[in-house]
């Protein structure tokens, strides 16, 4: 199916194959356009055998349409730049928006492809899923962020500037991993698959082992379990009133 081909297509492009420094580079006009033509070839090799004129220009179109959302991307990011994750979203909402446009253009306008969705997943259940993945994931940023303060009252946030120059993106990192966390953990409960939650803690507490052991980060400790703790408690309990409720 072309709809799927496409969004495929797009999170190639926008993850798999972009790098940090092309994330940088996105930030001068010729970044934008390497960005814009691996985007475009990606579409042409996954679309290779449904190829006509009409569907390479509509191609192109989005591809270039690509390009001007993420150009208006960079010129909002100091706006949000305390709420990068409603930048993100709204740039991805956009960007499978004009892919969905573009299917039915090439498509003359039928519609036949989005009935066919409709009837397989209901518009109801999108929104009921889409509300629970909002809460889950992002509401619980500001859930465990909210707890947190009242946890450093007693306990001192480990500060790692002094041993790490780039704390505040070590921060920002932490904060889309815990998103991730919560996605995965969601995802989990839903399908009833509790096991793979005790992957993810196993796997957290090794990655971060030497600096739960570590005695000069105590601090760090405390703060690293408190905060794990919390996140997957809010994804877990929500995901099962869900599940109870509907």
């Known amino acids: ?37 691996i985007y475009f070839v990606v579409m042409l090799c996954l679309t290779a055998n449904l190829l006509t004129g009409k569907i390479i220009v509509v191609l192109l179109i989005l591809a270039i349409l690509h390009g001007i959302v993420d150009y208006a991307k960079q010129i909002l990011r100091p706006i949000f730049a305390n709420r990068e994750w409603l ?3 709204t740039d991805q909402f956009i960007h499978i928006l004009t892919i969905i446009l573009a299917v039915g253009i090439i498509s003359d306008l039928d519609c036949s492809y989005l009935i066919a969705i409709y009837n397989k997943f209901p518009i109801d259940a999108w929104f009921k899923y889409l509300a629970l993945f909002i809460v889950t994931v992002f509401a619980g940023i500001y859930f465990t962020d ?3 303060q009242g946890f450093l009252k007693h306990f001192t946030k480990p500060d790692n500037t002094k041993q790490k120059p780039n704390a505040k993106q070590q921060e920002y990192a932490s904060r889309w991993i815990g998103v991730s966390e919560r996605f995965l953990i969601t995802i989990s409960v839903l399908i009833g698959r509790y096991e ?18 570590d005695e000069k980060t105590e601090d760090f400790s405390n703060y690293f379990l408190v905060g794990t703790l919390l996140s997957y408690s809010w994804a877990i309990a929500i995901t099962l009133l869900f599940k109870k409720l509907f």
């Not at 926008?14 to 934008?32: E, S």
């Not at 090794?206 to 739960?212: A, D, G």
């Open 146 to 148: 909210s707890a947190l």
């Open 87 to 89: 930048l993100f979203i």
């Open 1 to 37: 199916m072309l709809l799927w081909r496409l969004l495929l297509a797009l999170f190639i492009s926008d993850f798999l194959l972009q790098n940090g420094r092309l994330i940088k580079a996105k930030k001068n006009f010729t970044g934008l356009i390497i960005h814009c033509a």
């Open 196 to 213: 793979l939650i005790g992957f993810l803690i196993a796997a957290k507490s090794l990655i971060r082992l030497h600096e739960i052991q």
